[in-house]
């Protein structure tokens, strides 16, 4: 069998094809990952926006917060269920909300970005552990105060702390910034919810979230509510309701992401295609040199595969590091779910390294083979005389 020296030796011989198809394959990879993360990145914020041991409670075939409604006698009798927590001292875990659409325009730009724009109560933290404050405080019940997740305040100049926000023709001062584990709270904006109902003219909720004692009891809290014939309402799991809303985006990023690494891979698969048959051309003499010193056309076979795979893997490792750097990356999209805007980070997982590598080193292998079956097949004779020629 042909040592490993001969396939390095023969790559550093032909460094600057080599390099190029590295550069080529580690692209493709680069583009495929940076698809793969994105989505995972979009599921996760969405996802995490829940906790298990939340229920989350709808209008009976509301698609969103934002179009449901229950009523405020409704969420009385509600929060006086068994099943709902409550707190050390004594308070019942349930937060009724008002959920609206928040337009700001984007900082450098004249278009406008819609956020989702959440009246509750300070019983919130207490039913979303993972939200809690970093800068300022909470608002005071009956004022035109707001907090805004740390994205709001990253993205929206307008919206940092002490700065003050126009909607509803009323000015309303940011008193506090809030983080929520990366979850999709931390693109949102929170106030008072009966101050949002009075500025807004509404009359009724547009959501119910409560804290379950155990989240087991959420099936006979649900059976119980949905067959209830005065509520006409919906009961979900709070992360199954997120991530029910992700999963439609992240396949519409996926299917496209998809569609682009494959085209760009053809590309790829071609130019390694043609460096390697290059190589065998260049090679033919050299290719019955070994034949002649006995070595097989197996062999060979695995040689040229072996260079080919060498690419593969060199491009794999350098896209997936490539790729590692849109981690430090936030970008912004439009949650179709409240039509609003959704801060996330690119996320990557040991499966997506594994997966990216896998990718190069099949696309490396798929254009090596031809090549490498054509140099194996070569005819000793015909190899050696193209030096007389």
Do not use: C
Request: no cysteine.
């Amino acid at each position: 069998m042909l040592s490993a020296s001969y396939t390095m030796k023969n790559l550093w011989a032909r460094r600057v094809t080599a390099g190029l198809t590295v550069i080529g394959l580690g692209l493709v990879v680069f583009v495929f990952l940076g698809v793969l993360m994105l989505a995972h990145g979009l599921e996760h914020t969405l996802t995490s926006t829940g906790d298990p041991n939340n229920a989350i409670i709808l209008r009976k075939g509301a698609l969103s917060e934002i179009d449901s409604q229950v009523s405020r006698e409704h969420t009385k009798v509600l929060a006086s269920e068994p099943e709902v927590r409550l707190a050390d001292d004594g308070r019942t875990l349930a937060v009724n909300e008002l959920g609206l659409q928040l337009t700001l325009v984007k900082p450098g730009t004249n278009s406008l970005a819609s956020l989702v724009l959440r009246g509750t109560s300070h019983e919130s933290l207490l039913v979303r552990p993972k939200v809690r404050l970093t800068h300022g405080r909470l608002w005071a019940p009956g004022t035109t105060e707001v907090i805004v997740g740390k994205q709001v305040a990253a993205q929206f100049p307008m919206a940092s702390l002490g700065r003050s926000l126009r909607f509803g023709q009323r000015e309303w001062t940011v008193v506090g910034i809030f983080e929520a584990d990366g979850s999709g709270f931390e693109s949102e904006v929170w106030g008072d919810v009966e101050q949002f109902m009075m500025t807004f003219h509404r009359t009724a909720f547009t959501s119910m979230t409560v804290r379950l004692t155990n989240p087991t009891l959420l099936g006979p809290f649900k059976g119980r509510i949905e067959e209830d014939p005065r509520f006409r309402v919906t009961v979900r799991r709070e992360p199954e309701f997120y991530e029910e809303k992700a999963k439609t985006l992240a396949r519409m990023i996926r299917v496209t992401g998809l569609f682009l690494t494959s085209v760009f891979s053809v590309g790829a698969v071609l130019g390694a295609t043609m460096t390697m048959s290059a190589s065998v051309a260049q090679r033919t003499t050299e290719i019955g040199t070994l034949r002649t010193l006995g070595f097989t056309r197996r062999e060979i076979l695995q040689a040229f595969l072996t260079e080919s795979a060498g690419l593969g893997l060199i491009g794999g490792v350098i896209g997936v590091i490539a790729a590692s750097g849109l981690q430090f990356v936030t970008v912004s999209t439009l949650n179709m779910d409240s039509m609003s805007e959704l801060a996330f980070r690119f996320r990557l997982t040991s499966l997506m390294i594994v997966q990216g590598v896998g990718f190069a080193l099949i696309m490396s292998v798929v254009a090596g083979f031809f090549p490498a079956a054509r140099a194996a097949s070569l005819d000793i004779v015909q190899a050696l005389g193209e030096r007389t020629i």
